[in-house]
C-alpha cells in the first residue's frame, strides 16, 4: 500500500462505489486519496464527495480513453459495472475488458472487481432445469461478470475479485419488501425455498472493499466473497415482522412463476434466485461470515439492518 496513493472508484455516486468513497473519507488517517469516477460530475452527489476533499473526475465506461485518463496516475482502482442500467451482459463484458486494460496501462498496483459467478460453469447452456437467455447466458448479471475475471488476469492487472451478495436493499428500492395480504398481515415472497440467501448492507460491502485496499499483500490474485449473514426466506420474515411490528409470512414462488412476472429482467432474477438455491451450499460457502466480519467488524446481519432502515421499506 503507497501512503497517499490515489484510489480511483468507478461508479462513486452509486451503490457500492458510493459506499467505498464514503469509507475512504471517513478515515480520519486519511491512507488514500479518493478519485471519484462519476459519469456526471457536476451532480448534488459528486459536489457533495468534492466537498469533502474528493478529486471528482468525469469517467464513461463507454469510453476507453475516458477510463485511461481516470485511472492514470492512481495507486488503485475499484471497477465494477451495473446491468441494470441497460440490460445487457454484452456491454457489462466490453465495459469491463476497457477496465481491465485500462489497468495495466495505468501500471495500477491494485485493482478490486466487483463480481459474481459466471453460473454456466455449474449450469451449462445444455442444462434444462433453468431456460438459456439471449442464446449465451443462464444469469447474464452474473455470467458477463464472472467471464471478465479471467479478462483482468489475461491483462495482467493486480486484481482482487470480490463477489457480492443480496442487498438488504433491494427490499427499499427493487420491490422485494413485503406486500399487504388484504388482511392486515403482511407477506414476504422470494424464490428461494427453504435454501438461504446470503445478503448483506451495500455500506459493508464498501467497508470491506476498503478493508481489502489496505492488505494488497494478502488479497491480490485472491477471490472473496461478502456478506453479513445467511437467513432464510422465513427467517427475514420473523425478522422483519419483528421490526415493523406487524404479522409477516413467508410465501415462497415457484422459479417458473418469478420469471413469468414480466418485469425487465424477471427472467433473468428468476434463475439466478435458482442458482441460489440450487447450489445453495457452494453460494453460502463462497460467501464467508467470519472473512466478512474480519474485513468490517460492524458488518449488519438482517436484523441490525433493519433496526436503522424497517421504515424506508415501502410497504405495498
Excluded at 448534488?44 to 477510463?67: I, N, T
Excluded at 495505468?106 to 439471449?134: F, N, Q, Y
Excluded at 479471467?150 to 427493487?174: M, Q, V
Excluded at 492488505?215 to 461478502?226: F, M
Amino acid at each position: 500500500m503507497v501512503a497517499n496513493g490515489v484510489l480511483a472508484v468507478v461508479g462513486a455516486t452509486g451503490a457500492q462505489g458510493g459506499a467505498l468513497a464514503r469509507a475512504i473519507l471517513a478515515d480520519p488517517a486519511r491512507p488514500f486519496h479518493l478519485r471519484a469516477l462519476t459519469r456526471n460530475p457536476k451532480a448534488p452527489a459528486a459536489e457533495a464527495l468534492r466537498q469533502r476533499g474528493a478529486e471528482v473526475l468525469a469517467c464513461d465506461l463507454d469510453d476507453p480513453a475516458s477510463v485511461a485518463r481516470a485511472f492514470q496516475g492512481a495507486y488503485g482502482a475499484f471497477c465494477l459495472t451495473n446491468f441494470w442500467e441497460h440490460f445487457s451482459a454484452e456491454k457489462e463484458a466490453a465495459q469491463a475488458a476497457t477496465m481491465a486494460r485500462a489497468s495495466r496501462s495505468a501500471g495500477l498496483a491494485h485493482v478490486i472487481w466487483s463480481t459474481l459467478e459466471d453460473t454456466r460453469e455449474r449450469v451449462p447452456l445444455s442444462d434444462a432445469r433453468m431456460p438459456t437467455l439471449g442464446g449465451r447466458y443462464k444469469v447474464p448479471h452474473f455470467d458477463a461478470k464472472g467471464a471478465a475475471d479471467d479478462t483482468f488476469r489475461r491483462e495482467g492487472a493486480p486484481t482482487t475479485c470480490l463477489r457480492t451478495s443480496f442487498y438488504w436493499e433491494n427490499l427499499i428500492h427493487f420491490g422485494m419488501g413485503p406486500k399487504a395480504d388484504g388482511a392486515g398481515g403482511l407477506v414476504f415472497s422470494l424464490p428461494m425455498g427453504r435454501a438461504r440467501l446470503p445478503g448483506i448492507a451495500v455500506e459493508d460491502i464498501g467497508r470491506c472493499a476498503y478493508a481489502v485496499f489496505k492488505e494488497p499483500g494478502r488479497w491480490i490474485g485472491k477471490t472473496l466473497g461478502v456478506a453479513g449473514e445467511h437467513p432464510t426466506g422465513a427467517e427475514m420474515a420473523a425478522a422483519l415482522a419483528e421490526a415493523l411490528g406487524r404479522p409477516v409470512r413467508y410465501e415462497p414462488v415457484a422459479f417458473d412463476a418469478y420469471r413469468a412476472l414480466g418485469f425487465p429482467g424477471a427472467d433473468d432474477l428468476g434463475n439466478m434466485f435458482q442458482y441460489k438455491h440450487d447450489f445453495e451450499a457452494e453460494f453460502c460457502a463462497a460467501r464467508d461470515l467470519g472473512v466478512a466480519r474480519a474485513l468490517c467488524p460492524s458488518i449488519r446481519n438482517f436484523r441490525t439492518w433493519l433496526a436503522a432502515n424497517a421504515p424506508r421499506i415501502p410497504l405495498g
